[in-house]
């Protein structure tokens, strides 16, 4: 099972996306979900994770700029990123927290240029 991440795109620098990402209920329904990016010559990292509850934390590299949420009724896991920064260029993942390997998608794109 592929977690299929969507909505990314070429954005200036300041300028807003919001990704998507849908999952099936068995992965969704009780598990602590995730947003992980990998940049060019980097190390995936997690960006902002967010539990069944709705508790959220975030990298400090985005925080008060990304805001992560779930909608537990449709299995889908956005996040909303303002501000965004050209260091914010990176291939962007859904997954679960802690990663399961077999769930890693194709991910989607965010390029930040001017």
């Known amino acids: 099972v592929q977690l299929q991440a969507s909505g990314g795109g070429l954005v200036q620098p300041g300028g807003s996306l919001r990704l998507s990402c849908a999952a099936s209920g068995s992965i969704f329904s009780r598990n602590e979900m995730g947003w992980y990016r990998r940049a060019p010559g980097k190390q995936r990292e997690l960006v902002a994770r967010?539990?069944?509850?709705?508790?959220?934390i975030y990298a400090d590299s985005v925080k008060g700029r990304f805001t992560i949420s779930r909608d537990n009724a449709k299995n889908t896991v956005y996040l909303q990123m303002n501000s965004l920064k050209p260091e914010d260029t990176a291939v962007y993942y859904c997954?679960?927290?802690?990663?399961?390997?077999?769930?890693w998608g194709q991910g989607t794109l965010v390029t930040v240029s001017s």
């Open positions: 967010i539990t069944s509850g709705g508790s959220t």
């Open positions: 997954n679960r927290v802690p990663w399961n390997t077999s769930y």
